[in-house]
T-cell receptor, first 112, second 112 residues
Framework: AQSVTQLDSQVPVFEEAPVELRCNYS??????LFWYVQYPNQGLQLLLK??????LVKGINGFEAEFNKSQTSFHLRKPSVHISDTAEYFC??????????FGKGTRLHILP | EAQVTQNPRYLITVTGKKLTVTCSQN?????MSWYRQDPGLGLRQIYY???????DKGDVPEGYKVSRKEKRNFPLILESPSPNQTSLYFC???????????FGPGTRLTVL
């Protein structure tokens, strides 16, 4: 069965430091990959997605992610975080049967 | 304005009392989906719909029903709610399962 694993439930990082949020998936078929962000008390919005083509995907707010097929990973990165990046981040996978599977989320805490 | 609306936003009910949470989108999207969000579990897909009259089970369909009689609407029905269905529910829509999902604002349901 397909699954998505976000390896860290919480990540503390100092303001202006770089951050990487990790996501691994398991699937025997081609997938579409997504990162969504949920700011406090809000719904989710798309950060970026990978459908095909270049494995390095750039999204909103300075985030980017790299699709690594051999390691079945889709890690999210930002070179310098801001206090406004405080949120919960979800990795998601859409597989061939049109289901969408989300990871359990990673809370990003920005320290002053 | 392109949006997904859900009603009600907050609902407190008692065990066994049938309820419906409505979801409507104005973007002519074919794919619609319901999720529940629980602490530590991320988002889990309840049901999804590829188009009118086409629905399928997600990962946690037990205790829920859906219908898709019109393209814009995708109501979630709890025939006999139980306390373990207390959760935050999100409706989402997209062009297809590989497209960007647009989320509604959420419905916080409490079943006593």
């Amino acid at each position: 069965a397909q699954s998505v694993t976000q390896l860290d439930s919480q990540v503390p990082v100092f303001e202006e430091a770089p951050v990487e949020l990790r996501c691994n998936y398991s699937s025997s078929v081609s997938v579409y990959l997504f990162w969504y962000v949920q700011y406090p008390n809000q719904g989710l919005q798309l950060l970026l997605k990978y459908l095909s083509g270049s494995t390095l995907v750039k999204g909103i707010n300075g985030f980017e992610a790299e699709f690594n097929k051999s390691q079945t990973s889709f890690h999210l990165r930002k070179p310098s975080v801001h206090i406004s990046d405080t949120a919960e981040y979800f990795c998601a996978v859409s597989v061939g049967d049109d289901k969408i599977i989300f990871g359990k989320g990673t809370r990003l805490h920005i320290l002053p | 304005e392109a949006q997904v609306t859900q009603n009600p936003r907050y609902l407190i009910t008692v065990t066994g009392k049938k309820l419906t949470v409505t979801c409507s989108q104005n973007m002519n999207h074919e794919y619609m989906s319901w999720y529940r969000q629980d602490p530590g579990l991320g988002l889990r897909q309840i049901y999804y719909s590829m188009n009118v009259e086409v629905t399928d089970k997600g990962d946690v369909p037990e205790g829920y029903k859906v219908s898709r009689k019109e393209k814009r609407n995708f109501p979630l029905i709890l025939e006999s709610p139980s306390p373990n269905q207390t959760s935050l529910y999100f409706c989402a829509s997209s062009l297809n399962s590989g497209g960007t999902q647009y989320f509604g604002p959420g419905t916080r349901l409490t079943v006593l």
